[in-house]
């Protein structure tokens, strides 16, 4: 426990200094090392499942797309055009560089495990380009602390497991304890950084959307739990001490990051 404290310390610090000195670029260098760390332990838990990921291809795909949206901002790029050339040039690459009977089963998990963290990260750099450095520290905010009330109330009053198959410390309480302070953060969050924000998100806003960032970083969290179950490792790496891997870090914003896309594209 000690040194998953320690590092989160030091993480929240790094998310914390680095974009505030450099910027936005402090943040997509973050960015980009949780990136490809987070993909290339997902090809790993992907290969150890018996899944067939061609690493070099899927590898330069996923450095390239996230450079891409690094350097073209969306007024310049259309992430849509990024997307759709990187894809087509993923499938053309899996073709050539498969043997014959081979290539239907390294494409498909080489562009799913592609999508599987551009998207989410893809989202990040997109509302830092589109929004600045706030908004996107508030979903971070919102959906590691749902992850650590979630963890100590489970630990507290946790009694009915909710996810036995794939986590079976998870619980129905554990849960209802990490949305209650996730939507209690986010609501702290926007009265003190109110003159950052927009005027549209309200306390009544950020209560509701915190909701549903935290609903979807948990089904991030047990989706990860399902590749680790599959691929029968505890951790998805051992780079954090007391907490495992980048995707042991990084897997809440799996989901959490495309739903806070859509919702402040909604909302704000």
């Known amino acids: 426990m000690k040194n998953r404290i320690l590092a989160t310390l030091v993480l929240w610090s790094l998310v914390i200094v680095l974009p505030w000195f450099l910027g936005k670029w402090g943040a997509f260098i973050l960015i980009g090392i949780f990136g490809l760390g987070s993909y290339l332990e997902l090809i790993d838990l992907m290969s150890r499942a018996g899944r067939a990921v061609d690493r070099m291809v899927g590898i330069t795909a996923c450095a390239v797309m996230l450079l891409g949206f690094m350097v073209a901002p969306p007024w310049i790029l259309p992430p849509y055009a990024l997307v759709s050339i990187i894809f087509a040039a993923t499938m053309i690459a899996c073709l050539l560089n498969s043997d014959v009977g081979t290539y239907t089963s390294t494409a498909p998990p080489t562009l799913g495990s592609l999508m599987i963290i551009t998207i989410p990260f893809g989202a990040i750099i997109l509302m830092f380009h589109e929004t600045g450095l706030v908004l ?18 489970g630990m507290w009053i946790g009694k009915h497991r909710m996810a036995p198959a794939y986590s079976p410390k998870k619980t129905w309480e554990g849960l209802a304890g990490g949305v209650i302070l996730s939507i209690l953060v986010s609501i702290a969050f926007v009265l003190l950084f109110e003159q950052w924000l927009p005027d549209s998100l309200t306390l009544l806003n950020a209560a509701w959307m915190a909701l549903f960032i935290t609903l979807a970083g948990v089904l991030a969290d047990l989706s990860e739990s399902a590749f680790k179950r599959e691929a029968k490792v505890k951790d ?6 007391g907490i495992g891997g980048f995707l042991d870090l990084s897997d809440s914003m799996m989901l959490a990051f ?4 859509f919702l402040i594209w909604l909302v704000i």
């Open 136 to 153: 996107p520290i508030w979903v971070v905010a919102v959906t590691k602390f749902g992850d650590v009330g979630a963890l100590l109330t």
């Open 236 to 241: 998805s790496g051992n780079f954090i001490p």
């Open 258 to 261: 495309p739903v806070a896309y």
